[in-house]
């Protein structure tokens, strides 16, 4: 070890998840929109005025603040905007866990949490989930720096009722409650509509599913103005312009398109749908999921073993080696041609 | 104050600067590149497939490290990307200043280093700049947690001699010194070409200035390959997916376009010396700059004063409210017709 090193600050890196690109295959592996984004982007995209790159961005990204705003019947001063839902999120951990207690979180989540807290050096206590991975309200009710989960929750898919949520943030008024939304719009409750009610409450949702937009990294939070203010006020000491100018102009234009977006995510419902069917009565099990996932696991065959024969036919699903959820595939919803594929596949592999 | 406003990050907010959009101005104030990026990023951006922007980008970034390494001589892993110099910045900060001892920094220079390090709950020393606002290499000389400094410093242009610099480095074997070199295609000596003889060396670029896209956020790093997989590592822990497939692609076509980069920025040198030879004409002062900007005083007449005037005009330029540098502007160079527009105004206000 050299003697700079010892100053150096040391995470467990993180791994992102595999990002195959094979000729031929099916991508069902990172829950990204099988359709692509609105018209509207690719037009935008056309008459973008490459010229206008050399400067600055609004870095108040007031368009698409304002386009959200609109969107979902808030204030502009109520949206905030980041580099994906992970820059959100991330920034909300750094702004709001900031009290040196422990900040609690569901045992099975989504795989960033508890990065962001050992990165941050922010305690946290996981609470376990029950036997049938849901969470349990009356965990969320101790001593806490915060707390967070997703809804519905990530890789489970099982949304929560808004009740329950609402418990879980009437119980916490003393920190601030995160509600991560990424995967809402597939058939949850969201809970923007407490945002009036609960000043301690941040929402968190994500062009990246049901808005087909991965590939260009816009989250956004929603809550209470002073609450969006503090996470500006961090934000602009960390980086001021983080939207770069192309996606302040697609991103708006994907919010715009509000009938495109009801007709996309209604048709990755209705093939959930027949995939869980489908699913069924080849004997695999899961929870009724309201993402765009299924999260299933199979009375007869190994999770791993299903995976491995999966990928050999260049069908990418995501396999996670943890505790209570070894035995379990998780399989983003795509095209119905990509499921009837897949389920085709399965039958095929269940039969033998 | 609300209960939960206690376990808040508060930070003194930093207050991004004037981005005005008026009609017929004269925009000096943030020194943006006069002149549209490179031909090939206007026909990447027409020719960019807005269906694939539903999918994930690359989270290495293999494309744009790729072709910056072969710009550099450099090996991909030696180079990391991210969301503009102050991203890049940033992660570096996080990752590389995390002893508990102070940082040193010039008092003069890059407005954003004491915000990160407030931000970050750093502690840091100011090493004042001597009486020609050059950087004094014996004060860092001492005990520190780390060393960053612009070349050229900014807002002042000066460049210091690459010996200078080798020197601090020298000094500073046991903690990482970041030369931050967002204007060194302008004039000054680049500090790459020591990398490979100190491993605790890490030399950070933009896209923003010489490569005249500032819009599209893109910065980068250079140093030996355990520098850059400690920076990675925090990255992939903060946001895997920093980069967006539009700065993706785009970056890589700027980097590839050499002799449009050289000829812009020679021309930008060129306007520079003009302007410097026509403000000397005029009663100002101002150090030998070495970055696509002059930072200039007047004998006579006051800077708040000429910022005012020009604004008047809708010629903006950036004055900066501190102790020391309250007399000064900092004028951006643009085309040879902005820059004789500059100098008509001035001329006609100083022969008043």
Redesign the interface.
């Known amino acids: 070890m050299?003697?700079?090193?010892?100053?150096?600050?040391?995470?467990?890196?993180?791994?992102?998840g595999e990002?195959p690109n094979q000729p031929g295959m099916i991508?069902l592996n990172?829950n990204?929109?099988?359709?692509?984004?609105a018209p509207g982007?690719?037009s935008a995209?056309?008459e973008?005025d490459?010229?206008?790159?050399?400067?600055?961005?609004?870095?108040a990204a007031s368009d698409l603040t304002g386009a959200l705003a609109e969107r979902y019947g808030l204030e502009e001063d109520q949206v905030f905007v980041g580099?994906?839902s992970?820059?959100v999120l991330?920034m909300a951990f750094?702004?709001?866990?900031?009290?040196g207690?422990p900040i609690l979180f569901p045992d099975i989540t989504y795989s960033f949490y508890d990065?962001?807290a050992?990165?941050l050096r922010i305690p946290y206590e996981c609470q376990p989930l029950d036997e049938n991975f849901n969470i349990v309200k009356e965990n969320y009710k101790k001593y806490n720096?915060?707390v967070i989960f997703p809804n519905p929750n990530a890789p489970t898919g099982i949304a929560q009722d808004l009740t329950d949520i609402e418990y879980i943030i009437q119980q916490n008024?003393?920190?601030?409650v995160i509600v991560d939304e990424a995967y809402i719009d597939f058939g949850g409750e969201s809970a923007v509509s407490l945002i009036d009610k609960y000043?301690?409450l941040l929402v968190v949702q994500t062009f990246?599913k049901s808005r087909?937009?991965?590939?260009?990294?816009i989250g956004f939070a929603m809550g209470n103005k002073?609450l969006i203010k503090?996470l500006?006020?961090?934000k602009?000491?960390?980086?001021?312009?983080?939207?770069?100018?192309?996606?302040l102009v697609?991103g708006v234009e994907a919010v715009k398109d509000e009938a495109y977006f009801q007709e996309t995510t209604e048709k990755i419902i209705q093939t959930r749908e027949w995939t869980k069917r489908e699913l069924k009565k080849l004997g695999f099990h899961f929870a009724d999921s309201c993402a765009n996932f299924l999260f299933v696991t199979h009375e007869k065959y190994l999770a791993r073993d299903l995976f491995e024969a999966l990928k050999q036919k260049r069908i990418y699903v995501r396999y996670f080696n943890k505790p209570r959820i070894d035995n379990f595939l998780r399989i983003t919803i795509g095209t119905g041609q990509e499921m009837q594929a897949l389920v085709d596949f399965l039958k095929a592999y269940t039969a033998q």
Chains 1, 2 share one sequence.
């Not at 090193?5 to 791994?15: D, G, S």
């Not at 750094?94 to 009290?99: G, K, P």
């Not at 087909?212 to 990294?217: K, N, Q, T």
């Open positions: 050299k003697a700079w090193e010892k100053n150096v600050r040391t995470v467990v890196p993180y791994v992102p990002q991508k990172t990204e929109n099988p359709y692509p984004p982007v690719a995209l056309r973008m490459a010229e206008a790159l050399r400067l600055y961005p609004d870095p580099v994906g992970d820059d991330a750094m702004t709001f866990f900031h009290s207690r990065v962001w050992d990165l720096g915060g008024q003393d920190v601030v000043d301690n990246s087909s937009m991965a590939g260009m990294r002073s503090y500006n006020d961090v602009y000491s960390f980086n001021s312009y983080t939207m770069d100018r192309t996606a697609l």
